[in-house]
């Protein structure tokens, strides 16, 4: 079974702090993403990655960076984390190859209080 | 930029009733188009895709035809179960010209026994 795993279901983070969240993919897929999840405005794509080292921004990156060091680890940081960024986050994975279906983890429910 | 309308929800159903689910798109290139599906709890898993215009995607009794001239991809099943009630999301994507996937907003349905 392909696995797309997020370190944390929950987390609860303070304002101004440094957030980092963690996905690990075991399908040797080249694409990675991050999405926020929001009732009413669906999933927003914050950053993908095609490749190590290689990331494009989505629609809302603004507060968000990522890190692809390795082709199974992406990592999405919050630099200072605000109140307007409590959301469920969703990582993803596929191939890059046309009609290639994504796999997603089970999110992250971050508080930022 | 590419974006996905889908209708809003929430689309409330008697078992054995007919679903239709609109989604239409806009797209510079030649996308993919994809629903996703989120049961209560869990992550989005792949319900069902198409990859060139009048191709029909089906999975679990859930069929979606590409219609190119309409920019269409509208999500069909002839007798839900309640067993469906899940948030439905219409996505699309073109890995070729550098547009990850992209989501609409999601349309929940409930359907009631």
């Known amino acids: 079974d392909v696995k797309v795993t997020q370190s944390s279901r929950y987390l609860v983070k303070r304002t101004g702090e440094k957030v980092f969240l963690e996905c690990v993919q075991d399908?040797?897929?080249?694409?990675m993403f991050w999405y926020r999840q929001d009732p009413g405005l669906g999933l927003r794509l914050i950053y993908f990655s095609y490749d190590v080292k290689m990331k494009e921004k989505g629609d809302i990156p603004e507060g968000y960076s990522v890190s692809r060091e390795k082709k199974e680890r992406f990592s999405l940081i919050l630099e200072s984390a605000s109140t307007n960024q409590t959301s469920m986050y969703l990582c993803?994975?596929?191939?890059?190859?046309?009609?290639?279906?994504?796999?997603f983890g089970q999110g992250t429910r971050l508080t930022v209080v | 930029g590419d974006s996905v309308t889908q209708m809003e929800g929430p689309v409330t159903l008697s078992e054995e009733a007919f679903l239709t689910i609109n989604c239409t798109y806009t797209?510079?290139?030649?996308?993919?188009l994809f629903w996703y599906v989120q049961y209560p709890g869990e992550g989005l898993q792949l319900l069902l895709k198409?990859?060139?215009?009048?191709d029909k995607g089906s999975n679990k009794g859930f069929e979606a035809t590409y219609r190119k001239e309409t920019t269409s991809f509208h999500l069909e099943k002839g007798s839900v179960q309640v067993s469906d009630s899940a948030v439905y999301f219409c996505a699309l994507s073109d890995l070729e010209a550098g547009t990850a996937l992209i989501f609409g907003k999601g349309t929940t349905l409930s359907v009631s026994s």
């Open positions: 399908m040797d897929h080249e694409n």
């Open positions: 797209a510079t290139g030649y996308p993919s």
């Open positions: 198409a990859t060139k215009a009048d």
């Open positions: 993803a994975s596929s191939f890059i190859s046309r009609g290639a279906e994504a796999f």
